[in-house]
């Protein structure tokens, strides 16, 4: 994540006590803290930890986050805007804080909702508003939802999903304001979480990865008889290169059998450290010795070579997953 000033600003001040912080708040506009009050709810409901994207102060802060459990971040907003504006216009700042919060991002309180409630708040709800909400989870979150809701609710969310990529962002906005009064009613308080949305086809596959292969195999099969081809697009999306650094141990090793070292090379000339790491953790030691002979003897192998090799493997990958055999390191 790229700070911006602002937010960099916000971390610093976050580094000191509410009392100190106030004091290099006096004399700055309302309006510049109200600024600053918002970028540091927006970073703390984001669930920011990257230290080595801000500055050394700043990192030593988001370590004190993780290691000091007397640290509450409302009641330090809290005081250190009472302490700069008043507690009147403290107040007004915090509900227009929230507001602009929402504004931003009208799906960060039902990501932090207790899954429980929404699944049950979802089970009335249009399939189409959610399929829209499941788009905008974490995908582990939301094949935990899946697995909440009705078979009924599931198979038509999930056939809806291959569909929602034009839905206006006002239509999104209503929907989340919906569901989100509809979880205050049900007493749903939010948490911290946010997790970028994706609108794919390759989200609704990591959805579906995550459910047990009864439950999976009956959503893709559902999928199948409306849309052949999203059935199918969504089935081998659920394994794609990239994931083969979170590939286990075990998966690895299966799928690599009766592949020798000049595929193994061609799979590897160009591939990400960690990628290359885990492969070569499902070979001997001996294996990738080899490997490693095979790859100082490659110039400059064709695209074609290097993309059949890596098929072979995602071939292996993607058959183990229709098994319900493929697994997963975190």
């Known amino acids: 994540m ?16 509410a009392a100190t912080a106030a004091e290099l708040l006096k004399g700055v506009d309302p309006g510049t803290v109200q600024e600053l009050a918002v970028e540091l ?9 990257d230290p080595r994207q801000t500055v050394e102060i700043a990192r030593q802060f988001c370590q004190s986050l993780r290691q000091e459990r007397g640290f509450h971040f409302r009641s330090f907003l809290r005081d250190m805007l009472r302490n700069s504006v008043g507690a009147e216009q403290a107040g007004r700042i915090q509900q227009e804080i929230q507001d602009l919060l929402q504004k931003r991002d009208p799906f960060l309180a039902i990501r932090a909702a207790d899954l429980q409630t929404l699944a049950a708040v979802l089970e009335s709800e249009h399939p189409q508003a959610v399929a829209i909400v499941l788009s905008e989870l974490p995908p582990k979150k939301g094949s935990e939802l899946l697995g909440l809701l009705s078979e009924d609710v599931r198979v038509s969310a999930i056939s809806r999903m291959t569909t929602i990529g034009g839905a206006a962002p006002e239509a999104k906005t209503r929907i989340a304001q919906l569901v989100q009064g509809r979880l205050e009613g049900a007493g749903a308080g939010p948490q911290a979480g946010l997790v970028r949305p994706e609108q794919s086809l390759r989200q609704i596959a990591l959805l579906v990865r995550n459910l047990d292969k009864e439950i999976r195999d009956g959503v893709l099969e559902a999928i199948r ?3 052949q ?63 490693e002979e095979e790859l100082a003897l490659l110039a400059a192998p064709k695209k074609d070579d290097v993309r059949a090799a890596r098929d072979k493997i ?9 098994k319900g055999e493929l697994s997963f390191e975190e």
């Open 314 to 322: 995602l071939a292996a990958l993607q058959e183990l997953n229709r």
């Open 41 to 49: 709810s927006y970073l703390d409901a984001s669930g920011y930890r």
């Open 225 to 227: 008889q409306k849309d």
């Open 2 to 17: 790229s700070l911006t000033g602002k937010q960099k600003a916000a971390l610093l001040l976050t580094a000191l006590d």
């Open 229 to 291: 081809g999203a059935g199918e697009k969504i089935t081998n999306l659920m394994i794609v290169w990239e994931d083969l650094a979170a590939v286990g141990t075990r998966s690895m090793q299966q799928a690599l059998r009766g592949l020798d070292e000049r595929q193994l090379a061609l799979a590897l000339h160009g591939a990400p450290d960690p990628i290359v790491r885990r492969i070569k953790s499902g070979i001997s030691e001996r294996a990738a010795g080899l490997v």
